[in-house]
């Protein structure tokens, strides 16, 4: 078992049940700016990874912490599971709670797979590049998925699909944050047409250190590109201070000042899931309370011994203060 993991807060979905359907790490791409690291299985294959019926059962058993959404998402590219159609109608015969399916979109272009997410409340594809060449640098896609191709599904999907649409695209410093290259991805979101458009950038640690965040503020100028007008996401919300997400945080981190972790470490050691354990970690980052280390063996997480104001923090201090009287 292991498939269902949260709640978990969600920038988009407030409280999240998270159904994980592929092996970890099992995508169609290879994003430079992944929280989870380098996809270890590259493919297009779909077939039933996991057992329909046990992930069912586990999912019937954990919907009496009533989330907002039950969400598939998890490690990997959800629509490479081959009866993703069938989970979704089994969820909505077990209960009302609406479901949501967060892809990448990669293979939207596949008519099957589109017809298999209609029955979803919500879908959350994202597209991270305007043209082929930013495609290919910041998704580095699997070689059967060409730049138009993937496109030309996102645009499909949108002319069948009657449920909340929601588009994400993912900004890069020195990549797509660039206006004209930002300006290319409006072009192709105006041709989509989602219901909405959310901007984000890295806020967790990355595949790759060279991925850079983009300023709030930028984001937001970005933003008035796009049609329909976009919304930056990268803004915490209060679900994130619930009782239940604080206790498990306060336990990453006090595991944290015990020894330096990875990610995986984590996720073994308190016993959740790997993508629990970075929702966790990026808003430990967030509020300063640990850092990221780089080493041969990989990247690790450490608790500071001096918590760091983040830099926000310093600015709305500075604001507050008066002078002399």
């Known amino acids: ?14 409280r999240s049940l ?3 359907l592929v092996p970890f790490k099992t995508c169609t791409y290879d994003c430079i700016y992944c929280q989870l690291g380098r996809t270890t299985h590259k ?10 019926d046990e992930v069912v059962a586990e999912l019937q058993e954990r919907l009496a912490s009533r989330p907002d959404y039950v969400t598939l998402s998890g490690s990997g590219e959800p629509t490479l599971y081959s009866r993703v159609g069938d989970l979704i109608g089994r969820i909505r015969a077990l209960t009302d709670i609406p479901v949501a399916v967060l892809t990448n979109g990669s293979l939207l272009w596949q008519e099957d797979v589109r017809r298999q997410l209609l029955d979803a409340h919500v879908v959350m594809p994202s597209l991270d590049a305007g043209d082929s060449n930013m495609f290919n640098a910041v998704n580095r896609p699997h070689a059967d998925i060409a730049f138009e191709q993937m496109l030309e599904g996102l645009i499909a999907f949108r002319d069948e699909y009657r449920g909340q649409y929601w588009l994400e695209v993912f900004l890069l410093g020195g990549h797509t944050a660039i206006p004209a290259d930002a300006r290319k991805i409006a072009d192709c979101v105006s041709r989509i047409k989602p219901d909405r458009v959310q901007l984000n950038t890295v806020t967790r640690p990355p595949a790759e250190d060279s991925t850079v965040a983009v300023p709030h503020r930028h984001l937001r100028e970005l ?15 209060g679900v994130h201070v619930e009782e239940g997400f604080v206790a498990t945080r306060q336990a990453v981190l006090q595991l944290l000042q ?27 980052l967030a509020q300063g309370l640990v850092e990221r280390v780089s080493s041969p063996q990989g990247t690790y997480l450490r608790a500071l011994q001096r918590p760091r104001v983040p830099s926000s923090h310093r600015r709305n201090e500075h604001a507050g203060k008066k002078g002399p009287r």
């Open 18 to 20: 998270g159904v994980d």
């Open 258 to 284: 015990r020894r330096p972790c990875s990610a995986d470490d984590i996720a073994q050691g308190l016993g959740i899931h790997r993508s629990e354990a970075a929702k966790h970690v990026q808003e430990l």
């Open 223 to 237: 933003a008035a590109l796009f049609c329909p007008a976009a919304e930056v996401i990268t803004d915490f919300r």
């Open 1 to 14: 078992m292991g498939y269902v993991f949260g709640p978990v807060p969600s920038r988009r979905l407030g």
């Open 43 to 52: 493919t297009v294959e779909r077939r039933e990874w996991v057992p329909l």
